[in-house]
């Protein structure tokens, strides 16, 4: 495990990691309608964004992880997924 410093510096939590793998790339994609963002849809997208934020504890955030991402209307609007990111030079 790897240990990050919190935000504001006062507790520590720990990061899963993947043996072999240095960086993952988290990724979150979301379809609007192409009409832009309206009332709706940007409290759609705060609705995702709360739930998927509280429920990734439940994950192994490695790569190949990932799952379908539903409106509250429980269509499919998009989905994330966990990527392994080339190691720097």
Excluded: I
């Amino acid at each position: 495990m790897k240990r990050l410093k919190g935000r504001k510096g006062d507790h520590l939590c720990s990061w899963p990691t993947v043996e072999g793998v240095q960086r993952v790339k988290f990724v979150l994609e979301v379809d609007f309608p192409s009409s832009g963002p309206s009332e709706t849809t940007v409290r759609e997208l705060s609705r995702v964004l709360r739930y998927w934020g509280g429920n990734l504890h439940h994950y192994t955030l490695a790569p190949g992880v990932g799952e379908t991402v539903y409106d509250s209307a429980y269509q499919e609007v998009g989905r994330w997924t966990v990527t392994e990111t080339p190691s720097a030079p």
